[in-house]
Each structure stands twice: as structure tokens, then as C-alpha cells.
């Protein structure tokens, strides 16, 4: 996708990074775009699988015709659908994370590898089925990671799937989160357009491309 280098190559290495996207959005494009881009640019990447959410990606992608780079993925809850190189399992406890069990799985990968690219998908699962004291904990877990210079996170959440189910939510993470961008289509285009950037000159960016383009 062209154009979106430009976003990618604007973040920096410690930001939290909130992508809200509209179910109808195709976020699996966006996701192989981020995946294309560090792998062209000797990033490795690792994906925060939560309840299966990276598989049923790959899949729509290889419904399209296309496939993914080879990465690196932490299982979180789900089941015994496989994608990526699985390098860590997380049970999922009553619906909770444990993030320190998150820390020790990765402690290898973070070893022996530099800075890395880190998309989580599916967090929008976890909160739909959670209470407002464990939506507060998991948003103050997640603010714990801000600034650490391993990494980029990228979150990708379906927005149309948090507000039905616990609007304050998006606000909460916003709040948290170094960069908010929206993932949508329109017409017969994909935006990103970006609200809060720690590098000002991503702000107010919109970032667009055919969604015909896409598909060859």
C-alpha cells in the first residue's frame, strides 16, 4: 500500500500505537501492509494472537489471494488454530491476561532479536466478554508498556465491536496511547487517518488507497 510506509516509518520504537477499525474495513490489509513494511526493512515482527483472531486473518488474506510474510506469534487463549511460528502459549483466565507470564514468553524472542514490530489483534474479544473493574486493570496493564524502546505495539481494534459492548473503552486507550489512527473504508477507497501522533508530522495525515489495488 502506498503511502502507508510513510505512517510506518513515522512512528517511533516505544510508542503504543491504537488503530480502530470498522468490521467492514478489510483490517487484514492493513495488517500485511505493517508486516511488508518490516520485513523490507529488516524488522522482525511478533504477533499478540488473542483467541484466534491472527488465523482467521491469514485465512481472509489467502481468500484474496494473498499471504502474509513468515512471523513470529505468542498464542493468547484461542484454540488449536495455527499461524505464524508459535513461540509461547498464554491461558486465558477468566478472561484476564497474566502479563507476566506475557513477559516470560517473550523474554528469548526479545533476546535475540532488535527492535521488533508487535501487532496485537483480537483485544476487542477480551473486553466484550469483561467487566468494567477488569477492563480498567487490563488498560492499566497495557499503559505499563508505553516507552519501552523494544518495541513498536500496534493494536488493532474493531471499534463497531467495543462500542456496542463497553464505550469507554476507545477513549480509555486513547488516552494511553502514543498515536490513534482509523482504519475505514470509503467509497471505493481505504483511509488512515491519524488523530493523536507522537510525531507531529503524522498528525492529521490521511493516508488513502484503491481498494482494486489491493486485490492484484
Do not use: C, Q
Not at 478472561?95 to 514468553?105: A, P, T, V
Amino acid at each position: 500500500m502506498e503511502g502507508l510506509e510513510s505512517f510506518f516509518s513515522g512512528l517511533k520504537f516505544g510508542e503504543t500505537v491504537l488503530v480502530e477499525y470498522a468490521s467492514n474495513s478489510y483490517p487484514e490489509l492493513l495488517l500485511k501492509s505493517l508486516t511488508d513494511f518490516a520485513s523490507s526493512n529488516g524488522f522482525r515482527v511478533l504477533v499478540d494472537d488473542i483467541l484466534d483472531t491472527y488465523p482467521s486473518l491469514v485465512m481472509s488474506l489467502e481468500v484474496l489471494g494473498l499471504s502474509l510474510p513468515e512471523v513470529t506469534v505468542i498464542k493468547i487463549g484461542g484454540g488449536k488454530r495455527e499461524a505464524g511460528i508459535t513461540i509461547g502459549r498464554i491461558e486465558v483466565d477468566k478472561y484476564s491476561i497474566s502479563f507476566g507470564h506475557y513477559e516470560n514468553s517473550i523474554s528469548k524472542f526479545r533476546e535475540a532479536n532488535g527492535p521488533y514490530f508487535n501487532p496485537v489483534v483480537g483485544l476487542h474479544k477480551i473486553v466484550m466478554v469483561s467487566s468494567r473493574r477488569e477492563v480498567l486493570s487490563l488498560l492499566t496493564s497495557i499503559s505499563g508498556f508505553v516507552g519501552d524502546d523494544r518495541r513498536i505495539a500496534i493494536y488493532f481494534i474493531n471499534e463497531d465491536a467495543v462500542e456496542s459492548s463497553e464505550p469507554a473503552f476507545l477513549p480509555m486507550f486513547e488516552e494511553i496511547a502514543t498515536t490513534v489512527a482509523e482504519w475505514y473504508l470509503e467509497g471505493d477507497e481505504l483511509v488512515l487517518a491519524v488523530y493523536k501522533a507522537a510525531n507531529p508530522e503524522l498528525l492529521g495525515k490521511e493516508y488513502r488507497v484503491k481498494v482494486s489495488r489491493l486485490f492484484k
